[in-house]
């Protein structure tokens, strides 16, 4: 019951609320079931019994309690007692299931909100290292399947607390009775114990294998188009079919173990049930109405404990999703990225790299790396793919921290800086420009209330992108469709540009923002890079001849050195050696 715990500490209030409702509930059922014994003795008017008779004894107990409160034990109005009862336990049950209903609600959302706030604030480089389907799994799967085991777990406090209140209406009635079935019943349900461990094994399984099977699905979509184009669609079939293999003998075995329990408990009820009707009636030889009253309220209990148990299998089968998650949020909330309030940033100078030397692993990308980046310039860094171009961008934005020396903006160093205040006066656009299957707006502000759609159309305007989105049929709140398949690659770029000038930046870094596209969409976009230049200052990151060209300073990585190949001249020696970099790589 660990995981109830867990809950109840995460939900107090509602957990104790739901816990009084549901006693409430099992006491008002419980007292109407008591009542049938008066009322039978009055409807059969049975004075045989002798006073020495437990079940009359009871009977007449009740008849006394109600007269000492001034009711006069008629038959209609046990009736109506039994009726104010049951709409009393369905009002409390009906408060409780509303507030498990909330919880279920509760569960699920915080989960995911706890995942993807702990997520966002977490190191880069933890960040990359997680896969995408793993993510996808914990926020979507294992987040409803952790709330199906609450609504599961409630569901058998419930039914335990109700266990409780028949066993003590029927030590009431029988306490002989009581004892001998509720032992024989609690021996039964530890013998079929071994089915509800199955049942645990076969959710841990479902757990672990949902997740590897979503994260090779979501690594595989990535790639069906060159897997379609090389007629090799089938390897990722037959890889995913043997997942699904898998996780299909693990929902079989779940199955397999709730049904033999139901079967089992179903049959050994009814064993005991039809024994204790012989014993009462020829053994014993009680009356009929006092049997009926005792076998009722014994068939409760005992189909009471049952369903308790049915309902800790449910539970037990759900329960691995939740510390699945639990475990993916407690890794995450370790690796939190450190962001001390430090002074506030300005970039009016520079941007420096003094003696910076990173690698990941045993793998040196950058040794005593210095470089300035002027306030209001336009750079370009160059060098061969996996030089620490990329690097040297997450560096400056301080999602990645250099081993050695230092990084200064205006002279501070970065890690005296406010570092959310820094990024939020940066530009980023990547290599692959990410759309949104949603509007062009959209796609620009990305919902920021504090960027208007006059904000968005300069921004486009200064991309050099609103020629284009000026004649989408609704203009910029046209559809880009899925992944902006709706554009060319170019106007994809030119969106990203303007997504990432909406906020009025001081720094635009450009990752091989050009790298994809053809020589006369690159050309356009260099020149309206060019344009851009004076009012901002811009980083781009490339291989290409035609952006290096467009800056005004130039460096070169080699093995981890950087080098300061132009400030202001020399084109052509810039353009020869991009070149001759191409063809080597290519070779």
């Known amino acids: 019951m660990r995981f109830l715990i867990t809950i109840a500490r995460m939900y107090p209030g509602r ?21 049938l014994l008066p009322s039978l003795n009055l409807l059969t008017s049975d004075t045989a019994q002798g006073p020495g008779n437990g079940l009359s004894g009871l009977g007449h107990m009740l008849t006394e309690a109600l007269s000492a409160i001034g009711v006069t034990p008629t038959v209609g109005a046990l009736l109506v007692i039994m009726v104010i009862l049951l709409a009393l336990k369905a009002v409390f049950l009906l408060l409780a299931n509303a507030q498990v209903g909330y919880t279920v609600a509760h569960v699920t959302t915080d989960l995911q909100l706890s995942l993807l706030r702990s997520l966002l604030a977490a190191r880069w480089e933890f960040y990359v290292r997680q896969p995408v389907g793993s993510l996808t799994n914990a926020v979507g799967t294992e987040a409803l399947r952790a709330s199906q085991a609450y609504l599961q777990g409630a569901r058998t406090l419930a039914i ?120 009462a009636l020829i053994q014993w030889k009680l009356p009929f109405n006092a049997v009926l009253v005792m076998i009722l309220v014994l068939a409760r209990s005992l189909a009471s404990l049952a369903k308790t148990q049915r309902q800790y299998q449910k539970m037990k089968s759900y329960e691995s999703a939740f510390w699945s998650l639990q475990a993916v949020i407690e890794d995450t909330r370790r690796a939190r990225e450190t962001n001390p309030e430090g002074t506030s940033p300005s970039l009016e100078q520079s941007v420096r790299l003094n003696n910076v030397s990173f690698g990941y692993g045993k793998t040196s990308v950058l040794r005593n790396a210095s470089l300035t980046v002027p306030a209001d310039s336009f750079t370009a860094i160059m060098g061969a793919s996996g030089a620490g171009k990329t690097t040297i961008a997450d560096l400056i934005i301080g999602l990645l921290r250099p081993q050695q020396g230092e990084i200064l903006i205006d002279n501070v160093p970065l890690e005296q800086v406010h570092l959310r205040q820094w990024r939020r006066m940066i530009g980023y656009v990547p290599q692959e420009s990410f759309l949104l299957h949603d509007t062009v707006l959209w796609n620009v502000t990305l919902g920021d209330p504090e960027v208007n759609e006059a ?31 709706a554009l060319s690659g170019g106007q994809r770029q030119r969106i990203a ?91």
């Open 15 to 35: 957990s104790a609320l739901t816990l009084v409702s549901l006693l409430f509930a099992s006491v008002a059922e419980g007292l109407s079931l008591l009542l």
């Open 160 to 279: 335990l607390i109700q266990t409780i209140v028949f066993a003590g209406a029927a030590f009431f009635v029988t306490w002989k009775g009581a004892l001998l079935s509720l032992a024989v019943g609690g021996l039964v349900l530890f013998g079929l114990r071994r089915l509800v461990r199955m049942t645990h094994h076969a959710g841990t399984r479902q757990t672990q294998l949902l997740k590897s099977l979503l994260t090779r699905l979501a690594d595989s979509l990535q790639s069906v188009k060159p897997l379609k184009a090389m007629a090799r669609e089938e390897l990722v079939g037959s890889l995913l079919g043997s997942e699904s293999k898998r996780l299909n003998r693990a929902l079989r075995q779940d199955v397999i173990s709730t049904e033999a329990l139901s079967a089992a408990q179903d049959l050994t009820m009814g064993l005991i049930i039809t024994s204790g009707l012989y014993v």
């Open 455 to 485: 904000d968005a159309e300069a921004a486009l305007r200064a991309a050099g992108a609103w020629e284009f989105v000026a004649e989408l049929p609704q203009q910029m709140h046209s559809s880009v469709a899925e992944r902006g398949t």
């Open 497 to 587: 540009i303007a997504r990432a000038l909406a906020r009025r930046p001081k720094l635009l870094i450009l990752d091989e923002v050009t790298s994809s596209l053809d020589p006369q969409t690159e050309a356009a976009i260099c020149q309206t890079l060019q344009g851009l230049r004076g009012g901002l200052t811009i980083l781009a990151i490339s291989h290409q001849p035609a952006v290096v060209e467009a800056a005004d300073r130039i460096y070169r990585i080699e093995s981890g050195e950087v080098i300061l190949v132009r400030d202001g001249s020399d084109l052509d020696l810039v353009s020869g050696r991009l070149q001759d970099e191409a063809k080597f790589a290519w070779r």
